[in-house]
């Protein structure tokens, strides 16, 4: 972790350097997108899979917690924009975003080294499992037969399981469907809200920096008594509601203002995803398998999900508009809420899928 987010640091400070290298349009375009690959690459999958990883590692038996965890998250988020605002405002130059962003990152590296990551050992355990039981689930163990023809001993030898062993269930494969296509759903939000809110629904820029702590201070609020498969429901039904009304601000008067209050939505639906995805996928993993885990999960959810919203949403604000684009969304979020509880989806396609992987992985 604290390799790769330095390397992060290197490529974002690139993109710094990137007006004093060249003044023309798309050497610069080239320039910046090299940076954001080069931080794609290295620092996204630190906080996006890696720390998930060790948390849900140091806290061992005690995962029903990962929710208290995940509480520096929105402070962190809150307080570097504020500071990134203010600074701005002080030194009257975007340069001070670099400046924030090398003062948390070394934070974070320096926190890292001193950290342990050591499972934790508690003196008790919960009463209850909010999440369901901890214990791994019950994958099948590929295993190698040797048969010895003299004297008829069988010896038999557990395979090494890889990535492809959490695909060969069913439920595990109808969740990374449904994170992939959450994803898509959130993607299209977090791209295209700040360009809609200020093309079409004409905001002020001090409305739209209000979104950054409306957004976060809500993320506090994580509903762990409701289940790590009710809250992923829940959260999607967020995004649609959002995405519906979005669709008749528009049309309002006060559309700005009602789009600004909605923000307050986006803290208890991302928090709600990010905790239960990452606790069903550590759930669904075996005791090797929990990064993997947790890797596929941000694949499918800030990967292929997350690419193909921006992608697709993009085609279809610039094409249809934006009441189109809204109306797509929450289609896609309401076909993806029961694609993830269809038992009978799960029977059928599901279990095809599982079982191809199995036959040939």
């Known amino acids: 972790m604290m390799t790769n987010m330095l390397i992060a640091l290197v490529c974002i400070l690139s993109i710094a350097l990137v007006p004093l290298i060249s003044d023309k349009e798309w050497p610069r375009i080239l320039l910046t997108c090299i940076g954001c690959f080069g931080y794609a690459f290295f620092g996204y999958p630190v906080i996006a899979a890696l720390v998930d990883t060790v948390i849900l590692r140091v806290l061992a038996e005690r995962k029903d917690l990962y929710g208290r965890q995940k509480i520096g998250v929105p402070i962190g988020f809150a307080s570097s924009v504020f500071l990134t605002g203010l600074l701005t405002e002080k030194l009257d130059s975007l340069y001070a975003l670099f400046i924030i962003f090398t003062i948390y990152n070394l934070s974070f590296v320096v926190t890292v080294w001193f950290v342990s990551v050591e499972p934790y050992h508690f003196d008790y355990k919960p009463v209850e499992q909010i999440y369901g039981s901890m214990s791994p689930p019950p994958f099948p163990s590929p295993a190698v037969v040797i048969e010895d023809e003299n004297d008829d001993i069988r010896v038999t030898t557990a395979a090494k399981p890889s990535m492809w062993t959490l695909l060969k269930d069913p439920g595990a494969v109808q969740l990374f469907t449904f994170m992939t296509l959450m994803g898509f759903c959130i993607a299209i939000v977090q791209a295209f809200l700040y360009l809609y809110f200020e093309n079409d629904l004409h905001g002020t820029p001090s409305m739209v920096g209000l979104f950054g702590p409306l957004g976060s201070s809500t993320e506090l609020v ?18 649609m509601y959002r995405c519906l009304t979005y669709m008749i601000c528009i049309d309002l008067s006060f559309g700005a203002w009602l789009a600004t209050v909605t923000q307050l939505l986006h803290g208890v639906g991302f928090s709600m995803t990010w905790s239960a995805g990452a606790l069903q996928a550590d759930q669904i993993a075996p005791e ?34 934006a009441q189109v684009m809204w109306a797509s969304v929450s289609v896609i979020a309401f076909l993806s809420i029961f694609i993830y509880t269809s038992t009978f989806l799960r029977k059928t396609g599901f279990t095809f899928i599982a079982a191809t992987v199995q036959k040939y992985k």
């Open 222 to 239: 994580i509903f762990n008594r409701l289940g790590g498969r009710n809250m992923l429901i829940v959260a999607q039904s967020i995004i």
């Open 288 to 321: 090797d398998l929990k990064s993997s885990a947790q890797g596929l999960l941000n694949m499918a959810f800030n990967g292929l999900g997350s690419g193909l919203g921006a992608l697709i949403g993009g085609v279809i604000y610039e094409r249809f508009g």
